[in-house]
């Protein structure tokens, strides 16, 4: 039983003002422990979800969080690349990397280029093609999710995850997981909710090549109407390398019905292969479920929905490495926040998991199985924000995972 002081887990505004941990280079011997935030090398603005890769010897990754930072151990001899689509790629040595990790903006080559000079249908062609001749692929993904209220967090999910992992993530598979929160207090007539399937979000489709969409499918960019749906205008950087058509889609004004992404594409000029999407959900709804107690009907309310992907062709082809999904709405005079991220790490190792279907709830799955604190102390694949290190050491320091 949850004491009524553990109700509710507040974030106080001291979190605002906590300092960024500087970078460490620890130890003289390996492994070393590298932490930095990658920043805009003009602006200074950080890069949430640039990755963050090992080379030189062995293969190992990460993606900065959503402030920007990153922890990685690095092998005697091994260096650093940094990478993030719309900027020049960096590599380092761990001792070089400093506090903070500046990386330069590419170079705008040509802005507001006529829409027909966009090789849009070659980019939806190839996008499908690599959705077909790759759709068995499979990768494990590190999750992490957490849900506030207003100032107070009642969530925190990690679990590992497993899926078809070709342009988009599909499928999903739970294999593990861990999950700790506090329960609405019916006595009070608090919203707070649990959202069963939140894991859903990370299922962003970019392209179809159907020719008409059901009206239950959500509008996506690459898709073969899409003129007549979005207005569409694009520029062109060169990042040293290679030049990227940076492809704009916003909705027409009279698209009021449909569920519908407004975003930005990030595709490769010469193999025509989606690099990085970020956006945002417009029309979507979240359904809203309460307590049995407060004797109050569910509500479909609508939601902000925002999202950043990234891709990685690290495998030989275009595979999603990471997603992150921001979704709000009210609830009342409640600010509803979840938060989530999916990180790619690497060829699903053939471990067995239970398919989690569409209105699925993760925590029942979850609570089923042993929690093992040691596993996943030592399995953080993603840094945590300052925000989730607090909400994790409250969770932990009052024992509240494996409480449902």
């Given amino acids: ?39 805009d090398a003009e602006t200074g603005e950080t890069l949430p979800f640039a990755s963050v890769t090992v080379v030189g010897g062995r293969r190992q ?21 940094f990478t993030y689509a719309g900027y020049k790629a960096a590599t380092l040595t761990p001792k070089a990397v400093g ?10 080559m040509v802005r507001g280029v006529e829409v027909r000079a966009l090789p849009l249908k070659e980019i939806r062609k190839e996008t ?28 925190y999910v990690e679990a590992f995850l497993s899926g078809h992992s070709a342009v988009a993530v599909s499928d999903l598979k739970l294999t593990s997981g861990r999950y700790a929160g506090v329960k609405p207090d019916s006595t009070t007539g608090q919203i ?48 040293s390398s290679s030049a990227i058509y940076v492809v704009r889609f916003q909705p027409k004004d009279f698209v009021t019905s ?44 609508p939601v902000v929905f925002n999202f950043s992907i990234n891709m990685t062709e690290e495998n030989g082809f275009t595979e999603v490495q990471s997603v992150y999904v921001d979704t709000y709405h009210h609830v009342d005079s409640t600010l509803v926040r979840t938060k989530s991220t999916l990180f790619n790490i690497g060829p699903h190792q053939g471990k067995k998991g239970k398919d989690l279907k ?17 596993f996943w102390q030592k399995n953080e694949f993603v840094r945590r924000t300052r925000t989730e290190e607090a909400v994790l050491e409250l969770f932990e320091r009052n024992d509240l995972f494996g409480v449902f």
């Fill in 99 to 108: 506090r903070k990790v500046k990386l330069e903006p590419a170079t705008l």
């Fill in 192 to 239: 707070l909710q649990f959202y069963k399937n939140f894991f859903t979000f990370s299922q962003i489709e970019l392209a179809t090549n159907r020719s008409q969409l059901d009206s239950r499918e959500d509008v996506m960019p690459l898709y073969e109407k899409a003129s007549k749906l979005y207005d569409i205008d694009y520029d062109i950087l060169s990042d």
């Fill in 358 to 374: 569409f209105d699925d709830d993760l925590h029942h799955r979850i609570e089923k199985q042993e929690y093992d604190r040691d």
């Fill in 128 to 155: 499908v093609r690599q959705q077909k001749k790759h759709r068995r692929k499979t990768a494990d993904y590190f999750y992490r999710q957490t849900a506030f209220a207003d100032s107070t967090c009642y969530e």
């Fill in 1 to 39: 039983m949850i004491h009524d002081s553990m109700t509710y887990i507040r974030l106080l505004s001291f979190l605002g003002i906590l300092l960024l941990i500087p970078s460490v280079v620890s130890g003289q011997e390996e492994p070393l422990t590298v932490e930095a935030v990658v920043v």
């Fill in 61 to 81: 990754s990460t993606i900065t969080n959503a402030e920007g930072g990153f922890r990685i151990t690095v092998e005697e001899g091994e260096r650093l690349q």
């Fill in 258 to 301: 449909y569920t519908i992404l407004d975003c930005t594409l990030y595709v490769d000029s010469v193999t025509n292969h989606i690099l990085r999407c970020e956006g945002s959900g417009r029309n979507f709804r979240i359904l809203q479920q309460y307590p049995k107690a407060l004797k109050r009907k569910d509500e479909v309310l």
